[in-house]
């Protein structure tokens, strides 16, 4: 059993956020889905919990009301080993309503924050050479979605 999982609130879309993230990572799954008895606090039916796997992290979702909403002080980060994998979460997660902040943060459709991360940019944004972080750290600043590509060329001096 995973020690900590992480608990993502939602008013009632708890189920269908699942299924979405599950449609974006091979390998995820719902693992369990509990509904709401005749006891409440919410309508008899309504899905309660949904547990559910990303890359082998366990999640649940609860539908807990839409009092408590998402703030960037918490996100998933999501480590992608390509320039692809990066512009496809991107482009999934801005759909039908996300919404994107900068340096690689992004809201999904259902407020929930994320970071889609080239792996790559950890290399570019350390190392001996100030000069050449410095840039490459300039060149993400001015990123919504990052593309390791043009951080790669700021690093090497190849941009201004």
Known sequence: ???????????TQAEE??????????????????????SGPREAGLV???????????????????DYHY???MSLLVNCDSQAEVDRLWAALLA????EIECGWLNDKYGVPWQIWPAEANELLV???????NRAMKA?????KLDVQAMRDAYEGKVS
């Not at 059993?1 to 008013?11: A, C, G, P, R, S």
């Not at 956020?17 to 005749?38: G, H, M, N, W």
């Not at 190392?127 to 972080?133: F, Q, T």
């Open 1 to 11: 059993m995973q020690k900590i999982v992480t608990n993502l609130w939602y008013d």
């Open 17 to 38: 956020a699942a299924e979405f993230y599950c449609s974006l990572f091979p390998d995820a799954k719902i693992t369990d889905v509990q509904r709401y008895t005749e």
């Open 48 to 66: 309660m919990t949904v547990d559910f796997e990303l890359a082998g992290q366990k999640f649940t979702g609860i539908n807990g009301g839409g």
């Open 71 to 73: 703030t960037h002080a």
């Open 96 to 99: 039908d309503g996300g919404q």
């Open 127 to 133: 190392g001996d050479d100030k000069e050449a972080v």
């Open 140 to 144: 993400m600043l001015g990123m919504r």
